[in-house]
């Protein structure tokens, strides 16, 4: 049996906002295709972790390796294996659906960008409203857009945050599908999310953070329901 391959590896990595230390020692690996998702009560910094994992923040100190190449600052080349998707769109208002691909189509170098922004746009449900300016899109079709933006140049691994938040049924079940498409396709995935239903479902780890600081992890391949879920968080999140 092949050995996985670990696609992000955090050693040590802390973040220091002012004089406050928001992430103390973060080691957490992701394999090749697998799908962890990094759960923790409010003010664990959550929101910052994700920041310096996509590289929207710096870390303090410590390293992340990126498909075997450490990250610096600079490292274009390998953050565009990333797509990640936060509570920014970073989509342009003044433009429509399709003109928001193409520009970040054109800045990846995506081949055969009009033919794959178009598919992408189906996918997501947006196609009618491919040549409308997004300034009048609800949340919900803004992060369906967002959604084709971050699948647009076929990132090795995808980082969510809270991606479920705002959507309605069907954007819900539209995003799932997606996701699981890509697990089988050998994506890696990165969720931090609140909503442990979606985890459940979509996550083979699951992570807390609390305090800064990774407590536990437990692997779930069907081994615990839900709410075997639920009670294992509240034991390690509690201190019970």
Not at 26 to 53: M, Q, Y
Not at 168 to 178: C, F, K, P, S, Y
Not at 188 to 193: K, T
Not at 204 to 228: F, M, P, S, W, Y
């Amino acid at each position: 049996m092949k050995e996985l391959e670990s696609m992000l590896e955090l050693n040590k990595m802390h973040k220091m906002i002012g004089d406050k230390l928001i992430l103390r020692n973060i080691t957490l690996s992701l394999n090749e295709g697998e799908t962890l998702a990094v759960v923790g009560p409010n003010g664990a910094g959550k929101s910052t972790f994700f920041k310096c994992t996509v590289g929207l923040l710096q870390p303090s100190g410590g390293e992340i390796v990126l498909d075997g190449e450490v990250v610096q600052k600079k490292s274009v080349a390998v953050k565009k294996k990333i797509g990640f998707l936060g509570h920014e769109s970073f989509l342009y208002s003044n433009l429509t659906p399709l003109e928001n691909l193409k520009f970040y189509g054109k800045l990846y170098k995506v081949k055969d960008l009009e033919q794959k922004a178009i598919n992408l746009l189906k996918e997501v449900g947006l196609y009618i409203f491919r040549d409308v300016p997004i300034r009048s899109f609800s949340r919900g079709m803004m992060q369906r857009l967002a959604i084709a933006r971050v699948l647009l140049a076929d990132p090795k691994i995808l980082m969510l945050d809270e991606p479920h938040t705002g959507l309605d049924q069907e954007a819900v079940a539209l995003l799932n599908r997606i996701i699981k498409e890509k697990q089988q396709s050998g994506t890696s995935i990165l969720i931090i999310s609140h909503d442990f239903e979606q985890v459940h479902t979509l996550a083979d780890r699951v992570a807390i953070l609390k305090k800064g600081v990774i407590v536990d992890t437990v692997q779930l391949n069907g081994e615990l329901n839900l709410n075997e879920m639920k009670y294992w968080y509240e034991q390690v999140v509690t201190g019970s």
